[in-house]
């Protein structure tokens, strides 16, 4: 049987989100989208284990009243962030496949990991059995890594897996309140390679919220000895409006407010992607508080000016 990706069940959410459609309508916008290969029509067996399966990965029925295919709860399947992503995504791509005019005028930015193991891990996360595969690290030997699946995060254009090392001991003195979960640790989908899903089980923990467990972090950086703080920074010129229209950080507060410039408040654990996020604002962004942080990024500026101008020199 022919392998079946994703984007096929997202795609027949999105449409039934929009609304209620007969099998008729369904086919024809089938064969109008992005998905359609010339001479395999969708078929009504296929849309019958296309139902099941979005049911086991989402929770999402979808019946027939009538004539017509209808999800049975929009509201909770509204209120699924993860699939409203997928869905977005989904929409777009399926528009430019309809529209040969507007393929070249909408430039998308490319996620290269998730697809080769994505569906594998959503399958191992539904049934919470455990996963092994080979991790290529930067810069040092490739890993074998045996992995309980807790959640997977989309950060700058990577899918990461947040998972338990089962045996393996936190030893995780700064961070306790979630070293109780054991020891986790998080990889990129793109360096993984022979990924497959064992016949082991493992019990996921009613109490962890992967919301709740990244909500102090900055991006996927697991803040493991990195003490939770509140962070000031003062942000001028248009970097101010790019922060305001588009927070670093859903912490993010304005705590003070002057001639061209605001201050902004953080809380969280500040990691190297933060100092870098902060870096990348340029001179228009300055760290106040507190002292530990804005002597480290005086340091980290200094480094970066020896190095453009010895090259000036050189």
Same mark, same amino acid.
């Given at each position: 049987?022919?392998?079946?990706? #994703?984007?096929?069940?997202?795609?027949?959410?999105?449409?039934?989100?929009? $609304?209620?459609?007969?099998? !008729?309508?369904?086919?024809?916008?089938? &064969?109008?989208?992005?998905?359609?290969?010339?001479?395999?029509?969708?078929?009504?067996?296929?849309?019958?284990?296309?139902?099941?399966?979005?049911?086991?990965? @989402?929770?999402?029925?979808?019946?027939?009243?009538?004539?017509?295919?209808? #999800?049975?709860?929009?509201?909770?399947?509204?209120?699924?962030?993860?699939?409203?992503?997928?869905?977005?995504?989904?929409?777009?791509?399926? %528009?430019?496949? &309809?529209?040969? %005019?507007?393929?070249?005028?909408?430039?998308?930015?490319?996620?290269?990991?998730?697809?080769?193991?994505? %569906?594998?891990?959503?399958?191992?996360?539904? =049934?919470?059995?455990?996963?092994?595969?080979?991790?290529? $690290?930067?810069? *040092?030997?490739?890993?074998?890594?045996? !992995?309980?699946?807790?959640?997977?995060?989309?950060?700058?254009?990577?899918?990461?897996?947040?998972?338990?090392?089962?045996?393996?001991?936190?030893?995780?003195?700064?961070?306790?309140?979630?070293?109780?979960?054991?020891?986790?640790?998080?990889? !990129?989908?793109?360096?993984?390679?022979?990924?497959?899903?064992?016949?082991?089980?493992? =019990? /996921?923990? &009613?109490?962890?919220?992967?919301?709740? @467990? @990244?909500?102090?972090? @900055?991006?996927?950086?697991?803040?493991?000895?990195?003490?939770?703080?509140?962070?000031?920074?003062?942000?001028?010129?248009?970097?101010? =409006? /790019?922060?305001?229209?588009?927070?670093?950080?859903?912490?993010?507060?304005?705590?003070?407010?002057?001639?061209?410039? !605001?201050?902004?408040?953080?809380?969280?654990?500040?990691?190297?992607?933060?100092?870098? *996020?902060?870096?990348?604002?340029? *001179?228009?962004?300055? #760290?106040?508080?507190?002292?530990?942080?804005?002597?480290?990024?005086?340091?980290?500026?200094?480094? %970066?000016?020896?190095?453009?101008?010895? =090259?000036?020199?050189?």
């Amino acid at each position: 049987m022919a392998k079946v990706g #994703i984007e096929n069940y997202v795609w027949l959410i999105e449409r039934l989100m929009r $609304r209620p459609m007969t099998w !008729a309508e369904l086919s024809d916008s089938y &064969e109008r989208s992005m998905l359609y290969e010339v001479g395999k029509p969708l078929q009504q067996r296929t849309l019958y284990n296309w139902r099941q399966k979005i049911f086991d990965l @989402f929770n999402i029925r979808i019946e027939i009243e009538g004539d017509k295919y209808t #999800i049975a709860d929009k509201v909770e399947a509204e209120q699924n962030h993860a699939l409203k992503w997928l869905i977005q995504s989904m929409a777009v791509n399926d %528009m430019l496949a &309809e529209s040969r %005019m507007l393929r070249k005028r909408v430039l998308l930015e490319d996620i290269p990991s998730g697809e080769e193991w994505l %569906m594998l891990i959503l399958q191992a996360m539904k =049934e919470n059995r455990k996963v092994e595969f080979d991790y290529h $690290r930067f810069g *040092a030997a490739d890993t074998h890594i045996v !992995a309980e699946p807790f959640c997977v995060k989309v950060n700058n254009r990577r899918w990461y897996l947040l998972c338990r090392i089962p045996g393996a001991e936190a030893h995780h003195a700064d961070y306790a309140e979630y070293d109780r979960f054991g020891c986790l640790r998080i990889y !990129a989908l793109d360096r993984m390679s022979s990924l497959r899903v064992l016949d082991q089980g493992f =019990e /996921y923990p &009613e109490d962890f919220d992967p919301e709740e @467990f @990244f909500s102090e972090h @900055f991006g996927v950086c697991i803040a493991y000895g990195v003490p939770l703080e509140t962070v000031k920074v003062l942000i001028d010129g248009a970097q101010r =409006e /790019y922060v305001e229209t588009l927070p670093l950080h859903h912490s993010q507060r304005r705590v003070e407010e002057g001639d061209g410039y !605001a201050i902004y408040e953080y809380r969280l654990h500040p990691t190297i992607d933060f100092f870098r *996020a902060i870096l990348s604002l340029g *001179a228009e962004a300055e #760290i106040l508080e507190p002292e530990r942080l804005r002597d480290l990024m005086a340091e980290e500026t200094d480094i %970066m000016a020896e190095i453009y101008n010895g =090259e000036e020199e050189g």
